[in-house]
Structure formats: structure tokens, C-alpha cells
T-cell receptor, first 113, second 114 residues
Framework: NAGVTQTPKFQVLKTGQSMTLQCAQDMNHNSMYWYRQDPGMGLRLIYYSASEGTTDKGEVPNGYNVSRLNKREFSLRLESAAPSQTSVYFC????????????FGEGSRLTVL | GNSVTQMEGPVTLSEEAFLTINCTYT??????LFWYVQYPGEGLQLLLK?????DKGSNKGFEATYRKETTSFHLEKGSVQVSDSAVYFCALSDRNSGYSTLTFGKGTMLLVSP
């Protein structure tokens, strides 16, 4: 019972490089989210997808793109990484009863040099 | 817009001490309120929740009551353990049709010593 799986768990990039963070869920949830966590800032929403085929910007979308590949998968892409994108990234899903509860992956730690 | 304010940490306590972590919120409408916990090296997991005014959420000895008049959702535990050391996040949900987005506070680190 994997829940929400993120890959990779760790990544080091140089400024200007690109990469994609992958997220897959086996919970059959409709909504999926990408958050970033920075010291003293809590979690901030980057993008979310209410259902397959839809995506919307969150609080801090600049420098990121997303793809909702199918119901299970929601990827986050950094086209040209910047040091300000050094962070821990969390993928989450929301249950289909719209209770507001989210289920989180273990996180992906990204360092941009 | 919505916002959540929680007390800054770290909060340092001895085992069996009483814990309070304050949380206040600003929101339109009638949000649900949550406490999430993050243990070292892990993702966040739901600790407890309350969906309407005067509801009390509880789990693992932790409690929080949804107080609409003071817009607060303070987390309490009567006797903390070393294993409670973690970062605690207060959050509110902004529910739309078919999905919800959460607004988080900045987190409060709790350190419990033996």
C-alpha cells in the first residue's frame, strides 16, 4: 500500500538545468497538489490539479510547470533551475469526499547550486 | 485571503509536561481546520481535524477545539512524550467543488527531552 510516491528523493542541480519531479498515487483520488517547504515559511502551494486534465496555479507557480498525465500521476517540472528553488517538495492528494484532508508523499529534497 | 498564524518555535519541554501550541486563522466562509505533524525526514500526516465551530478534534492524546468567536484552533496535550518531538502545522481548508486547497501556518517545532 504505497499511497503517494515521489521520485527522486534527492537531487542536486546546477543553475539553469532542468528536471522533473514525479508523483504517483494509488489512492484513486481526484485531486493532486505540489507544495514546497522552506524554513520559516511553512508549506506553500505551487500548483494543483482538481481532476485529470485540469491544472491550476497556486501561491508560488513562477518557474514551474506541471502535467497531470493521468489520474495517478502528477509531475512538476523546473525548466531552468535557480538557487531560489532549493527546497523540499511535497506531492499530496486529496480525498474524494472533499473533507480537506491531504495525504502526503515523503518529499523530494532539491538543491540548486 | 486566507491565512494561518501559529506560535514560533522551537517549543522545548520535558517529558510529561503540558503542551499548548497556539493557532489563529483568518478566512472567509466556514473552513475546516487541521493539525498536521511532520516527523524528521518524513512527509506530513494528519493529526486531527474539526469541520465546524465548537467541534473538538482529538487523536493520540492531542486535542484542539474549533473556536469561531476567537478564530482559534489551539493544539493541546496533557503529557508529552519524547516521541512527540516533531514539527506541527496548523492549516485550514478552502473548499471548492470537488477539491480543497490547504493554507498552512509556518510550523512549530516541538522538542521533548527525557
Amino acid at each position: 500500500n504505497a499511497g503517494v510516491t515521489q521520485t527522486p528523493k534527492f537531487q542536486v542541480l546546477k543553475t539553469g538545468q532542468s528536471m522533473t519531479l514525479q508523483c504517483a498515487q494509488d489512492m484513486n483520488h481526484n485531486s493532486m497538489y505540489w507544495y514546497r517547504q522552506d524554513p520559516g515559511m511553512g508549506l506553500r502551494l505551487i500548483y494543483y490539479s482538481a481532476s485529470e486534465g485540469t491544472t491550476d496555479k497556486g501561491e508560488v507557480p513562477n518557474g514551474y510547470n506541471v502535467s497531470r498525465l493521468n489520474k495517478r500521476e502528477f509531475s512538476l517540472r523546473l525548466e531552468s533551475a535557480a538557487p531560489s528553488q532549493t527546497s523540499v517538495y511535497f506531492c499530496a492528494t486529496g480525498d474524494n469526499f472533499n473533507t480537506g484532508e491531504l495525504f502526503f508523499g515523503e518529499g523530494s529534497r532539491l538543491t540548486v547550486l | 485571503g486566507n491565512s494561518v498564524t501559529q506560535m514560533e518555535g522551537p517549543v522545548t519541554l520535558s517529558e510529561e509536561a503540558f503542551l499548548t501550541i497556539n493557532c489563529t486563522y483568518t478566512a472567509t466562509g466556514y473552513p475546516s481546520l487541521f493539525w498536521y505533524v511532520q516527523y524528521p525526514g518524513e512527509g506530513l500526516q494528519l493529526l486531527l481535524k474539526a469541520t465546524k465551530a465548537d467541534d473538538k478534534g482529538s487523536n493520540k492524546g492531542f486535542e484542539a477545539t474549533y473556536r469561531k468567536e476567537t478564530t482559534s484552533f489551539h493544539l493541546e496535550k496533557g503529557s508529552v512524550q519524547v516521541s512527540d518531538s516533531a514539527v506541527y502545522f496548523c492549516a485550514l481548508s478552502d473548499r471548492n467543488s470537488g477539491y480543497s486547497t490547504l493554507t498552512f501556518g509556518k510550523g512549530t517545532m516541538l522538542l521533548v527531552s527525557p
